[in-house]
């Protein structure tokens, strides 16, 4: 639940196809609709979120340019390229998201012009990632492996929303 190995294997075969390793990017702009979309990139790309040398943004995050499902990620590469023009030589790395954290697409960005332009699409070898069956209906025993509840606006809770394992290793 607190891990993307889409956004792993992604992020590094775009550092891979740009000849870079992860130390190599001086600059840094992950999708933030949610502090945890940020958190699970930054683990799965090996960022720490509190590197004050290298934050994990360039514009200030989602609320500040654009918004859900708008256009963030063109916010991010003209923000990016504004801090490359001024920084000749730098290279930078800019991630996107759609849905919920499960269409993902990198980005590595420079001054310095590629041999040529390389792209690659990952899913087959996402695809090979174990998974889990999810069921949309289940009775039965379990154990939750996490929840949350939203609040109305009075402080009260409305719901709550439970991930629970089943005996058989299914997911509901």
Same mark, same amino acid.
């Given at each position: ?6 956004? *792993? =294997? ?6 891979d196809?740009?000849?870079?390793? =992860?130390?190599?990017?001086?600059y840094?702009?992950?999708y933030s ?6 958190q699970?990139a930054?683990? $799965? ?6 590197d004050?040398a290298?934050?994990?943004t ?11 499902? %708008? ?5 991010s =590469?003209a923000?990016?390229?504004?801090v490359?023009v001024?920084? /000749?030589? *730098?290279?930078?790395? =800019? ?16 001054? &310095? /012009? ?5 792209? $690659?699409?990952?899913? %087959?070898?996402?695809?090979?990632d ?6 949309? &209906?289940? $009775?039965g ?13 009075e402080?009260?809770? $409305?719901k709550?929303?439970?991930a629970?394992?089943?005996p058989?290793?299914s997911?509901?």
């Amino acid at each position: 639940l607190h891990r993307s190995p889409a956004i *792993r =294997i992604a992020g590094a075969r775009a550092l891979d196809l740009a000849g870079l390793g =992860i130390d190599d990017v001086d600059y840094v702009d992950l999708y933030s609709c949610f502090p945890s979309a940020v958190q699970v990139a930054a683990a $799965e790309l090996g960022l720490s979120v509190d590197d004050s040398a290298r934050p994990l943004t360039v514009t200030g995050g989602l609320t500040f340019a654009g918004g859900p499902w %708008s256009n963030y990620v063109m916010h991010s =590469i003209a923000t990016m390229a504004e801090v490359l023009v001024a920084n /000749p030589g *730098r290279r930078a790395l =800019i991630s996107a998201n759609g849905g919920f954290l499960t269409k993902h697409s990198f980005g590595v960005y420079g001054t &310095e /012009p590629a041999a040529e332009f390389r792209w $690659e699409d990952t899913q %087959s070898a996402v695809n090979r990632d174990p998974t889990r069956d999810g069921l949309v &209906e289940w $009775e039965g025993v379990g154990t939750v492996e996490a929840w949350t509840t939203p609040f109305n606006r009075e402080g009260q809770p $409305e719901k709550a929303f439970l991930a629970v394992r089943t005996p058989d290793g299914s997911r509901t």
